[in-house]
DNA sequence: GATCCTCGAGTTCT
DNA sequence: CTCGAGGATC
């Protein structure tokens, strides 16, 4: 495409003062191929070979040249990517091909590929025994579908897909599409006479993330999506502002066609669109047959959450295009293709009520009960809403229709309501002025997000909250003494602190739902069992707000007894490293408490004894000084048992990555951490590898 | 005073 | 897993 000897094709040279007409011509052309390559390089390649500033120098000696120019000012140059007034409308555009829509399998993944390859192998007449059919398989992405016009190889119309018939003329903004080339890349061959290339404009997931912090600093509505983000961009009227939001876009096909030969096969089809120029996804796989098919769905499947874009499926075509010939419509679908989808990770439901729920400080946070939705492989019936301002943000109220997501985390979310869908009549949600348990003043200091309950140990909710952490695992570790038992324990009385627990016996537990002997029994032995514990387990036991399993470990480190703690004061705490004013207030105001020494002491009576507290070894096992961040499931230990391997190697275990982080140890569907790990280039481990440490020192 | 790093607390469903 | 906030650090 290009000549050396002409110079200046990757890099810019400074600019003659003044070219004449043919040289300018030359250097034009020049500067245009330079940048469409480039542009290729980084937009469609991701493989850019110059910086930002020299293709900045570049962009600006062209727009130098042009305006000194005018006259040559080239529809296909790059400076034409932007530009023109914004319209009134979009005109319509008739499609003499038409865009197909495809049919949809919701399957599973086996049946839905099998029943596909069986109606093509009828449709065909083949028999058993006749070989496997060629099929082509690719990503359905989730964006929107469009048509690009080329005429001797140069973008002359882009056009969305409508209702398949007739779209309307975006031209404008798809020019501003960095990843579609003003002009066709055809080596020394004469581009086709004309031809339309079909595709999606869709938006990466981080480039959506980044478009909505832009548009929250700017105090600009957000989008709920990518899909609807990328929409909402393309029918912009005014192109100057698509070509601010960042659009990618992949090719998958074809439409008119004139002067240009056809390949044999769908997968050579890509294969040309690719040599022009247009990022096509690399995923894209020929495939043999049912089995061929259900395995692609499965390996997709496996690598969809770490995919840098969304998809909502995989698409499956017969390769031949001799084949799709015969095969034919039925209606305004192909009996050649199929779209198969995978659960929807987003869906709608409506909002029934909204409850408050009290948490173990008091804390009241609003919960969302929705009518049951599929969504992300689960039945949704609850989400929560965080807090008040969370709610006021969103403006969920009962009767909205709303979306609901349940992506690669596990937590379900109300991403938006549809303010379209609002029945008449609905009012914002205010929070309760009283305990909806309790009925005690519900307090929200100034400038804290959360409202509490002020009424503490007489809120039973919050009694009922203390005692299941008190009994948690990682704390005195009562097996057996969960909610439900909690829940009729503190109804009926029987207990209203810790202490009480140690005094219940075997008939006690009897008159209880859901308790006969055997498993009274089993209770009884938890709770004596649970009297032997150690000093960091007993304090985070106790539940002073601020002090959890870290605070509480460093506390039993430091005074390595539990009267010692008692009688700290307010300086002698902070003095602690990891202790500031806000938590040593709370630690000194809870021992302070009469009611909560009266407590502690009638444990110590009941029982409750630890070993003396090991000064902790300064040895240096493999492990020290390295940090190491769990996701995902691993084969064989389970995140508590390698977090205890690794401590005991004397290694540190933190909950999210950052710069300090030596390892991400990752096993099965890992979360966001492992894209964070990636992004800031944290190795990553598997659980061999962590053992292989473990049992030998790193050199 | 701003920024980074951790910890605490709350949450869903099988 | 995520958010908010406490604590440390520059």
Redesign the pocket.
Known sequence: MQNPSQGSLFFSEPPAPSLAPADARERLAALRDAIATHDHRYYVLDAPIVSDAEYDALYRELQQLEAQHPGLIAPDSPTQRVGGRPLPEFPAVRHTVPMLSIRTETDTEASGARAFDARVRRELGLEENDPPIAYLAELKFDGLAVSLRYENGVLVQGATRGDGETGENITQNIRTIRAIPLRLNTGDAPPPATIEIRGEVYMRRADFEKLNDRQRAAGEKTFVNPRNSAAGSLRQLDSSITAKRPLSFFAYGLGEMAGWKLPETHGDVLDAIERFGFPVDKHRQRVLGADGLIAFHQNIAALKDTLPFDIDGVVYKVDSLVLQQQLGFVTREPRWAVAHKYPAQEQFTTVQQIDV?V???G?L?P?AKLSPVFVGG???????L??E??IKRKDVRVGDTVIVRRA?????EIVAVVIERRPEGTHAFEMPRQCPVCGSAVIREEG???AYCSGELFCPAQRK?ALLHFAGRRAMDIEGLGDKIVEQLVDKEMVQSAADLYRLTQNDFLGLDRMAEKSAANLCAALEKSKLTTLDRFIFAL?I????????RDLAQHFRSLDALMAADGATLVAI????????ESIHSFFSEPRNRDIIAALCAAGIHWPDVAVAATTSGPLTGL?FVL??TLPTMSRDEATRRIIEADGKV???V????SYVLAGEV????LAKAQSLKVPILDEAALLRMIEKPAS
Do not use: L
């Open positions: 729920q948490g173990r400080t804390k946070t919960v689960v039945t949704v019936t609850n989400a929560t965080h807090n301002d969370e690669g985390d596990v937590i379900p804290v997000v959360g909250q539940g707000r601020h002090v959890g399993e870290a605070t509480a490293h990891e202790i500031g004013d806000v938590m040593a940090t996701t995902g933190t909950g999210s950052s710069k300090k982080t890992p979360g966001s951490t």
